[in-house]
């Protein structure tokens, strides 16, 4: 089959019967025309459209090598730095177009499946016919293009003790029985991003597992379909209002729903099983195979785009209004120009010290991805405050897309009319400064970018932990030696 249009994709998911629940609502059809999840379904369907856009294809598609069709690049094995440069042109030309804000589309979870499917020796550890699974699942997603998302972690009720203590081991999803045929999981998992609205769910290792009797039921890796019998999903209430994009540019384009997953004795036939038990196979699940090294590559490619468009946003803010010239305002735009050259010169430096990995895979240097990975989290939270300095009283003073459609035009050319742009114009303009520093859209967007990848703290602590700081200690011991 290939890569997908944006109707297919449409068509699939309003085929399916998943289990959802949102403000009290239980939705099990047409999921992709219920106002919850309408809009951001149709942003999803454009990024798979955008495939066969003449103008795209060549960044976002290459050959099947068993099929010969046109697939996603995002399932390329990258076995050269040509392999990796073409998967970054495909990463950034979605990343692009959402402007840094989808923060679950395909490429995302593809990098790791595309790693682990490369990793059959790994898996063959524990067993090759894991390896064997992974492999043949990848090729089933990449010939039928299909949207995949993942849950990793526990409920969070008590974080003082791990996910298989938390009330007695009851609530985190674990194996509750092995059968020849496959397992049955029951319990919950946070937090399935777009999983209302995906094809498929990835359910990986998480926190640290402990090598414990213990732990065997929580250490597994499989998937699912969307609507697989007995799993369902909590949502959170949508932080879109139901504006158009005018009103709400940001939300109404790309408001991914954040679901809780209850797994309700689910059944898990052998073939969609990657990994069940090992603990200490399942705590070096993305750093031994190289899924976290293609996943972070992709998070790192968007970001530098998010990046780049706060740069934008502040900058016409500053312009329209005429504070451009201010220099508090510049040391605020410096700021944003830096954190976009740093963000590139990072993604540069990884490139270029990309190597194979024992599978033969091409790689970015971790080590500089890990770096990037925990700086951006918390620079990025800078974003909307600088925004909010630009457009201060603006963001207060906004009537919508209606008022300027009505008698109150005059009004707004008047009396809204900035030093570039006419009363209308500025509107638009600080309609999005609004919707991507102080509204729910924005507060959702922060808090998400600054827990992606876990708790910074203890990221850190991993980071400092993993780094090879010894070459840098030796130079300060040779130093004290020296004698001239």
């Not at 059809?29 to 856009?53: C, G």
């Not at 102080?438 to 876990?454: K, N, P, V």
Request: with cysteine; hydrophobic share 40%; glycine share 6%.
């Amino acid at each position: 089959m290939g890569i997908r249009t944006g109707q297919q994709y449409l068509d699939k998911l309003n085929s399916m019967n998943p289990h959802v629940l949102i403000d009290g609502e239980m939705v099990t059809e047409k999921i992709a025309d219920h106002p919850s999840f309408r809009n951001v379904a149709r942003t999803y369907a454009k990024l798979f459209d955008m495939q066969h856009d003449p103008k795209y294809a060549d960044a976002l598609t290459y050959e099947s090598p068993t099929t010969g069709d046109r697939v996603s690049a995002s399932f390329l094995v990258p076995r050269s730095k040509e392999d990796l440069e073409h998967r970054h042109a495909a990463i950034r030309t979605w990343a692009e177009y959402s402007l840094g804000f989808l923060g679950r589309t395909g490429d995302y979870m593809n990098g790791a499946l595309t790693a682990l499917a490369a990793a059959e020796k790994w898996f063959a550890q524990a067993d090759p016919v894991f390896g064997e699974n992974i492999r043949k699942y990848y090729e089933h997603c990449r010939e039928n293009d299909l949207l995949a998302t993942h849950t990793l972690i526990p409920p969070q009720v008590n974080r003082s003790v791990s996910g298989s203590e938390q009330l007695g081991g009851q609530l985190s999803a674990r194996v509750v029985e092995e059968r020849e045929d496959g397992i049955v999981v029951h319990g919950a998992r946070m937090l399935a991003t777009i999983a209302p609205i995906a094809d498929e769910l990835l359910v990986f290792p998480s926190t640290l597992l402990r090598s414990t009797p213990e732990d065997a039921p929580y250490s597994y890796a499989f998937a699912l379909p969307n609507d697989a019998p007995g799993m369902r999903y909590l949502c959170r209430t949508s932080l879109y209002n139901g504006g158009g994009t005018h009103d709400e540019p940001l939300a109404s384009r790309f408001e991914e729903m954040d679901a809780v997953v209850v797994f309700d004795h689910v059944f898990v036939p052998n073939e969609r099983i990657f990994m069940l038990g090992h603990p200490e196979l399942c705590n070096a699940f993305y750093s031994e195979t190289g899924a976290g090294a293609l996943m972070t590559h992709q998070v790192v490619t968007r970001t530098i785009a998010k990046s780049e468009f706060f740069l934008g946003l502040a900058s016409e803010i500053a312009a329209s209004i005429g504070v451009d010239g201010f220099q508090h305002i510049q040391e605020d735009l410096a700021e944003l120009i830096e954190t976009v050259e740093i963000g590139k010169a990072l993604m540069v430096a990884a490139e270029a010290q990309a190597a194979p990995s024992p599978d033969g895979v091409f790689l970015p240097h971790w080590p500089t991805l890990n770096a990037a990975r925990n700086w951006y989290p918390k620079v990025a939270q800078r974003f909307p405050a600088i925004i909010r300095k630009f457009s201060a009283s603006g963001l207060m003073a906004l009537p919508g897309e209606a008022d300027v459609a009505s008698e109150a035009l005059p009004d707004i050319e008047l009396y809204l009319q900035a030093k570039t742009l006419t009363g209308p114009e500025r509107v638009r303009l600080f309609k999005l400064a609004f919707d991507a520093s102080i509204s729910a859209f924005a507060g959702r967007q922060a808090l998400y970018e600054y827990f992606f990848f876990g708790d910074p703290v203890r990221m850190a602590a991993a980071l400092v932990n993993s780094y090879d700081r010894e070459p840098a200690r030796a130079r300060v011991r040779e130093f004290l030696e020296r004698k001239d």
